[in-house]
């Protein structure tokens, strides 16, 4: 699966935003860090909250 366009893709994204939390080598530690256990979603889900006020917010303000 780490070598997957899907991965690739996430990987990507990932490269392109300062999140330490999150694995940008190699494409396994990104996967990895995705499947772990449930405990961790919770903390990834908050995240996720945040990237998507940032995306709908801020972000849109820069045009660049």
Same mark, same amino acid.
């Given at each position: 699966?780490?070598?997957? /366009? +899907?991965?690739a893709?996430? &990987?990507?994204?990932? %490269?392109?935003?300062?999140?330490?939390d999150?694995?940008?080598?190699?494409? /396994? +530690?990104?996967?990895?860090? &995705?499947?772990?256990? %449930?405990?961790?979603?919770?903390?990834?889900?908050?995240i996720?909250?945040?990237?998507?006020?940032?995306?709908?917010?801020?972000?849109?303000?820069?045009?660049?």
């Amino acid at each position: 699966m780490a070598n997957s /366009a +899907a991965v690739a893709h996430i &990987l990507n994204h990932a %490269r392109n935003f300062d999140n330490p939390d999150v694995p940008k080598d190699p494409a /396994a +530690a990104l996967l990895n860090a &995705l499947l772990s256990p %449930r405990d961790k979603q919770t903390e990834r889900g908050n995240i996720c909250r945040q990237s998507l006020v940032y995306f709908a917010g801020p972000m849109l303000a820069n045009p660049h």
